[in-house]
Structures are given as C-alpha cells and as structure tokens.
C-alpha cells in the first residue's frame, strides 16, 4: 500500500492535466470583455446559436430554480467580466487560443450594477424582471424591546474574495458514441454528473465522471460550470477527447466568488452584557445569476446569525440582488463565516459599551442547557465548552498583556441528506469507496482507520479508491465540513453490513476468513438531525520596529470529537488559518466602477505569504458525537474563528471599530498619540 501523500510530494500524481488521451482537443473560451452589454453579433466557434443549453445548478447551497439561469454561452446579453461567449478548439493548447482570434464579436455596453446597495434602488439588469432582488427571506419573528437598557447599531461587511486552490478548475472529456466519459477535478463526482445531465438532456447511464487527484478546491469545484458542459458538448461534435484547464487568471474573473455579504445589525441588551435580542438585515451580492449560492446564502447565513449564544428574541430580513460580477459561490465555510464575524463583532461592541471582558460578556450568553433558537438552530450545551476554551486559550493569562482577540462560533456540518459507502472485499483485498471527494484532506487515513477497526483486517490490505460513479452510483460529495462526519458513518454502516454477511454466510465471522472470499456491499447512510460542534480562537497582535501591525500568534480550541487524523486536523487548522487571515487582511475580489475586476493576478489577490502568517498553534477538546465513529466536523472552523478574533486585536491596537473585511489600510493607523 503506498502512501498517496508521499506519491504526491514526489510529483507522481495524477491531475486532470496530466492526463494525455489520443487525438485529444484542446479547449479555450472566449470571454466578455465587458461587466454588461448587449450581445450584438456572434460569428464563429462554438457560440448560443449552436448550443442553447442553460446550467444547472448543483452542489452546495444550490438554487432552487427560481431567478435568471446563467446560460452556457452568452445568449442576447453580458452580465460579467469573464462571462463565456464562445469556445473554440485547436490540436493543442496554443492552436486553440490563437483560434480566439478568429471569433467575431460585437458588444454595445450598458452601465452595469456593482454595488450591492446600489443594485437595491437600480434598475433591473435583467429584462423581463421587477427588480434587482433575487431571494428575500424573513427569519424568526419581529419584536419590540422599547425597555432595554442597551440598544446598539453597526453595520459589518465581508467582501468578495476567489477561492484560488493550488490546482485550477479543468476537465478532460471522452465521447465514444453512446456515453460520455469525464474526468473531473472535483469536490463531487455526483453534482458534476447531475449538472450535466441536466444541462446538455442526457440519462444518467449516458454520463460516467471519474475523479483525478484534485490540488484543493475551497467550495470552488463542487458545482458545475458553463466550460464543463462546452467541452462535453465539444467532444460529442467531434468524437474526440476534449480538455479545458482554467488559466489563473480565468480563475479570478470567472470562477464564482465567496462571501460578499453585508449585516446591518441591532442588539439589545441589559447592562449585566445578557443579549435581549437581536435584529439584523443581510444584504447578499449574488452576482449576475441565480447559480451557486446567490438564492441559499441570505437564508443560510440569516439562520446561524445568532452563533452559539442563547438569544431569545431574533428576527431577521435577507436579501441576495443581482449585480454585474460573476455569481456568488460557497468559499470555505460557505455562510458560516460571514455569520460568525457578525455576531462576534457584535458581541465585541456590548462588550466595549459597558466596559467589559468580551470573554465575560460571551459567557453571560452561554447556555448550560441545550438550546433552540428562535430560528431553529438546535445547540448543545455550550456554556461548558466555553469555559474550557477560555482556560485552554490561557485568555485571562494574556488579556492584560497583550493585544487579544477572542471569538468563539458553532460550526453547523452539511450533514444532510447523509452519505454514501461501498466496500468490496476480493482476493485478500478490501476496497472502499466513499461518496466524498478528497481533494487534500487525506480522507485515506480516516477510512482505513474506519474499515480496519470494524473488520479487524490490517490497514495494509485496504485501499480506498477515487470517487466514480460507476463504481460508487449514489452519493453527495464534500463540502460543510460533512466528509468525515457523514461519510465515516456510512463507512462505519458498511463494515458493519459487510461483517453481517459474512456471518451469516460463513457460520461465524473472522477476519481471516472475510479475506478468503468476496463480498460487496452498498449503504446510504441518511442523517436527517443537525449536529454542532464547538470552536474557539484566540488570535495576539503587536507593532513591528516600523510601526506596522502584525499579528503574532494564533491559538486554536476545536471540538472535533474523535481525532481520526490528528496530524491532518492540525494542517488543516494551519492551512484555514491561513485563509482567515488572508480575508481579514488582504484578500479581495475587487472591482471599479466600470465592473472591470482589479484584482486580475495572482499577485493581486492578496493571498497571505509565509511572512504574514503568525505562529499557529492547535488544541482539541475531544467530546464525542451521536454518531458511532464519534468525530466532528472541523474543516471550516478557521475561518469562522479567526477573522473576528484577528479583527479584534488589530482594533486594541490602532484603537477604532473595524467592521469590515479585508481591513482597508486607511484604518490600520495607531490612535493619536
């Protein structure tokens, strides 16, 4: 059994590129100059005119068919910078963009619509629609408060940011005539084949997708895209093997964005820091379409905007608009972040109001007890996991001495509808297949651990194959950090199923004679309960010899439940980290006014370096599950718990409110002297 990590560092995987099929084309697309216009003329590639098909969309946060679809190619108007018009194909990858060239296009521009508040009162840049608005929701119930001690306003932002994996997005495609054969760089080989089925009037039997090794994803490679159905529409025109692979660049203007959500916020509260209530409006950028996220965030993000706190009076009122950018799409944690750091930033202001510990105030709002929001969000009991944190953090050693931030959050996994699992055992071997889709998590590890305690076989003979769905036909994929919990569940189901079999078959059970014969199993593993896990940050900053802010130590408290893979949970900890400190400080998808992105390179995208990071360090709270592997999500818990306590210990040392993120430099100045 090879380490596949260890085939990695060593440069033999193998990704969507490196794959080199006979007589393969290669793809390119050409894009939308402009954020909005009239689509005049089209002449030449693969444009509208021949391929009519609109996106499905799939995945995370998916739409529920309401609102303007995005179509494959530009069809009468533009919505986007990066908006594919037409494709062409070459014999290799220069001959293709040189044939860009030969495509005619002609644009008449339109003013398009980029601020998200602007798009509110603007009009519609859809024809045929009333307004901007493409999803409003009114959550919990609105109250009155008129004797409470405390009311306070703020208004917090989390500006769009690219998801930017190591690997780009790409495809290589194979059609034999009868099916379509795709080999994907993938969080879900399940949402790829259902988006495209959908898209192009396909069976299920006609489609096969299979997945190569994936260099990281971030939300961006969960859904369909208009490239991946072009190249099967392609292939299916030619007989021939197609490839795309998105250029960084393509990345940056066309994959969807995250975040890109503003909270207006009111909270009451008494003078002992007991949070009476909360109010919020949201305000999503859904971008030019209804695809990926822009239908599900307000919603998603409205449910949670109450973090682990016990508050009893709650109503919110969530908005998404359309603007001229490319659609919105889930980014690491996906609605949970943007949640957190608007509770925790409210938290913050109480706090500040009546001149105490945040820490305090946070336990003021701790329930021993499980708890139910008035919006539905069931909670463990979170007051004794709180106070853990505070001792584990060493919070009350350092509040006097350093700059501090402390936050706290629930992270909600995407445990529904469940997972799938197959386990096949034949010739000594047993081989696994999981409905989630690793793309860097090495869910290899947890697998083997799963299989081998269940069966009792050696690790060594367990081999934990790539998501396709021929060889595994059902299942979801991984995102909302759902993968180990829900999929070691079916993993755990399977074993257990497969041991029955054997049982039964064989007048007892034994491991040994389980590797003498073949079995082959099949489970969905339903989970139809919301589960919960805990987390903490604790994030110091400092002023360098220059003046400059820096941050210096990040310190992490997760309940992940069982640790399967400590030392995987520990980089998976340093690598969110990383991203939460990237959006608090740098990292934005940025646009002027004309909807042209100015943040077109990777040089440009703000992405944190080795320099800015600060020492990382990883503690874990170990209170297991209902499930019966008992581990936890923790996948996205950094960026839940790292922007607010970052932003908050920036804010003691330049001494204003900060409420947005990325940070704008203007407000990294020290207070007068």
């Known amino acids: 059994m090879e380490d596949s990590s260890r085939k990695l560092v060593e440069g033999r995987g193998q990704f969507v590129n490196d794959l080199r099929l006979p007589h393969m084309l290669h793809l390119a697309i050409v894009r939308s100059p402009h954020a909005r216009a009239k689509l005049l003329k089209v002449r030449g590639g693969i444009n509208h005119s021949e391929l009519k098909a609109t996106m499905a969309s799939v995945g995370e946060g998916a739409s529920e068919g309401s609102g303007v679809i995005l179509p494959v190619l530009a069809a009468d108007y533009v919505n986007y910078v990066g908006q594919p018009v037409a494709a062409v194909l070459g014999e290799d990858l220069y001959k293709a963009v040189d044939a860009m060239d030969e495509v005619e296009v002609d644009y008449e ?209 969530a908005k998404s608009v359309y603007t001229n950018k490319v659609p919105l799409g889930p980014y690491r944690g996906a609605g949970r972040p943007e949640a957190a750091m608007f509770i925790e930033r409210m938290m913050d202001l109480v706090a500040d109001e009546l001149k105490m510990d945040p820490a305090e105030v946070r336990l003021r709002n701790a329930s021993a007890d499980s708890f139910v929001s008035p919006l539905g969000l069931k909670l463990d009991p979170f007051k004794p996991f709180l106070e853990s944190a505070v001792r584990e953090l060493g919070y009350y050693d350092i509040r006097e001495s350093e700059s501090v931030g402390f936050s706290c959050f629930v992270l909600i996994p995407a445990a529904q509808p469940g997972e799938s699992a197959r386990i096949a055992v034949k010739q000594g071997r047993v081989k696994v297949w999981m409905g989630g889709s690793s793309h860097g998590q090495r869910h290899d590890v947890f697998a083997r651990i799963l299989v081998s305690e269940e069966l009792g076989v050696p690790q060594s003979v ?132 004309d909807g042209q992105l100015l943040t077109p390179t990777i040089a440009d995208a703000g992405i944190p370096s080795a320099l800015t990071m600060p020492n990382v360090v990883v503690k874990l709270a170990n209170i297991p599950s209902p499930l019966p592997h008992g581990a936890k999500g923790v996948g996205e818990s950094p960026t839940m718990g790292v922007p607010p306590a970052a932003i908050r210990a920036i804010e003691k040392i330049v001494g204003k409110r900060l409420r947005e993120t990325p940070i704008p430099i203007e407000s990294m100045t020290l207070r007068s002297q």
């Open 109 to 317: 521009p339109l003013s398009p619509v980029i601020d998200p508040e602007e798009a509110l009162v603007s009009p519609p840049i859809h024809p045929g629609t009333d307004s901007n608005i493409l999803a409003g929701f009114k959550l919990g119930k609105e109250f009155n408060l008129p004797n409470a001690p405390l009311v306070l306003e703020d208004t917090l932002l989390n500006r769009r940011i690219s998801p930017n994996p190591l690997e780009p997005r790409g495809i290589v495609v194979h059609y034999d005539g009868s099916r379509l054969t795709v080999w994907a760089s993938t969080q879900s080989v399940y949402s790829w084949k259902e988006g495209l089925c959908e898209s192009l009037g396909l069976g299920p039997r006609s489609v096969r997708v299979i997945q190569m090794d994936t260099g990281g994803a971030f939300g961006s490679k969960g859904d369909s895209y208009p490239e991946y159905v072009i190249a099967c529409h392609a292939s299916m025109k030619t007989r021939r093997p197609v490839k795309w692979i998105e250029t960084r660049m393509e990345h940056l203007t066309a994959t969807n964005q995250g975040r890109g959500a503003r909270a207006k916020m009111r909270i009451f509260a008494d003078r002992t820091g007991k949070v009476l209530g909360l109010k919020t409006e949201l305000l999503i950028d859904a971008g030019a379409y209804a695809h990926g996220m822009g239908e599900f965030a307000p919603r998603w993000i409205g449910f949670q905007i109450t973090g682990p706190y016990a508050i009893q009076n709650v109503f919110v009122d």
């Open 462 to 593: 367990i081999e934990v194959e790539k998501s396709d769905t021929d060889e595994l036909n059902e299942g979801v994929g991984t995102w909302g950090s759902r993968t180990t919990v829900v999929g070691g569940a079916a993993l755990v189901e399977a074993s257990r199923k497969i041991k029955n079999e054997a049982a039964t078959r064989l007048g007892k059970y034994s491991p040994e004679d389980l590797l003498r014969h073949e079995f082959d199993v099949t489970v969905f593993t339903s989970q139809k309960d919301q589960l919960n896990a805990f987390g903490a940050n604790l994030v110091t900053a400092y002023l360098d010899k220059s003046g400059t802010v820096k941050l210096k130590e990040c310190i992490a408290y997760y309940d992940v439940g069982r640790a399967l893979n400590p030392a995987m949970i520990e980089s998976q900890v340093i690598g969110g980290s990383a991203q939460g400190i990237g959006q608090t400080l740098t990292e934005e998808a940025k646009y002027n006014e």
